[in-house]
């Protein structure tokens, strides 16, 4: 019996860098410092530098990351926020939490991200901003987009928790906009070991603006001058973090690899649609995601080989219980649900090996070209 296949081994990332990162704790742990400090400004120059832009300001998750770029710009009740239909309910909550309201609009059906003319078609005299999922690690079209945002006057926000790494037109996401909300949630291609966040962007006063909000509204101890929120990395995240930075382009490469060879392995793979790829996007490959009409019983198939794998995602956010009260209804976003309905997430990560990703190939391609067998 084979061992299993797994979706996503995170133990790994530490066991192969287990000595730069117990000496990562170790330096926190001398240190005496466990909030905000010189870690975690040290991380925030390096990130910044890796994105190409002039400010990073950590935080603490990829939700309030880009909770905390809306609510610099002064969004509120009233507004309403661009937002692609077909991404993770995060995106929405954290327009929701601004007490502004989420526009869905659907994606391209080739690229599963924000496509630029149905946001356009979307915009009212209400419309603040647009904010554009780097899905899957797939950037969005960022001319399109940013093409329609400037003949309204409206910023643009990369929401980048899938896309450490990514680049488009050979520019790396996070610094493709007016502003960036990344996540380090632990299995992301730059991952902590806990929760974590980060706002990137060129925009001195919007960077400044989001040290205030993430620190109670404070510079000064006891001098608040914004109604803020308790929203920091912690010190020895950063310090892992600054470890992982080291060895993301390399481990984006791992990703790179088994994306080849699945998309070469499984050309042949009957009523399976591959992702779609770019010569002007560069995708990180956090997920390898494919659809099938018959997404269950492929799901099946390969479960019963020991192989995981995962749906991003099932439920579309304006069909989940959280939105059941604003409106919308099956049917109002046929792309999104379509996708929803046949998505699959094949097993990636950069420590995937060569015969676990030959496994799996083989398991898709067994199920495909022999469809009628009982599940």
Not at 153 to 171: C, M, S, Y
Not at 296 to 304: C, I, K, M, T, Y
Not at 322 to 339: I, K, M, N, S, V
């Amino acid at each position: 019996m084979l061992p299993p296949v797994p979706f996503l081994e995170i133990k790994p990332a530490y066991l192969e860098l287990r000595d730069e990162l117990d000496a990562a704790y170790r330096r926190v742990m001398d240190s005496g410092r466990y909030i905000l400090g010189a870690e975690v400004e040290a991380f925030e120059a390096e990130f910044a530098a890796y994105c190409g832009v002039r400010h990073c300001v950590t935080v603490g998750n990829g939700l309030e990351a880009l909770f905390l770029i809306l609510r610099a710009y002064g969004l509120g009740l009233g507004d309403e926020v661009i937002v692609p239909a077909n991404t993770y309910i995060a995106t929405w909550l954290a327009i929701s939490h601004t007490g502004a309201r989420p526009v869905p609009v659907e994606p391209s059906i080739t690229t599963h991200t924000i496509a630029a003319e149905s946001a356009s078609h979307a915009i009212t005299a209400r419309t603040r901003a647009i904010v554009a999922v780097h899905l899957y690690g797939q950037p969005a079209c960022m001319d399109a987009v940013t093409e329609v945002a400037a003949h309204h006057n409206l910023p643009v926000i990369e929401d980048a928790a899938q896309a450490h790494g990514a680049k488009w037109r050979g520019r790396p996401v996070g610094g493709l906009a007016d502003a960036a909300a990344f996540s380090f949630y632990p299995s992301k291609n730059l991952g902590a070991f806990g929760d974590g966040g980060a706002v990137t962007t060129n925009d001195g006063s919007l960077a400044d603006q989001i040290r205030l909000l993430r620190n109670y509204g404070s510079e000064v101890k006891y001098q608040n001058k914004l109604i803020g929120f308790n929203s920091r990395l912690d010190p020895l995240q950063a310090a892992f973090l600054r470890v992982r930075l080291r060895h993301l382009d390399e481990w984006n490469s791992r990703r790179r690899a088994v994306a080849e060879t699945y998309l070469r392995r499984l050309t042949e793979a009957k009523e399976c649609v591959l992702p779609a790829t770019s010569t002007v996007a560069q995708s990180c490959w956090h997920l390898f995601v494919v659809r099938h009409p018959r997404r269950s019983a492929l799901r099946d198939h390969l479960a019963l080989g020991g192989i995981q794998t995962e749906i991003h995602y099932p439920v579309s956010p304006h069909l989940s219980e959280a939105y059941r009260g604003q409106g919308w209804q099956r049917g109002d976003l046929p792309l999104t649900e379509q996708l929803a309905d046949t998505v699959l997430s094949l097993p990636m990560g950069p420590h995937l090996h060569s015969s676990q990703v030959q496994r799996v190939s083989e398991a898709v391609l067994d199920f495909c070209n022999d469809i009628g067998r009982t599940v």
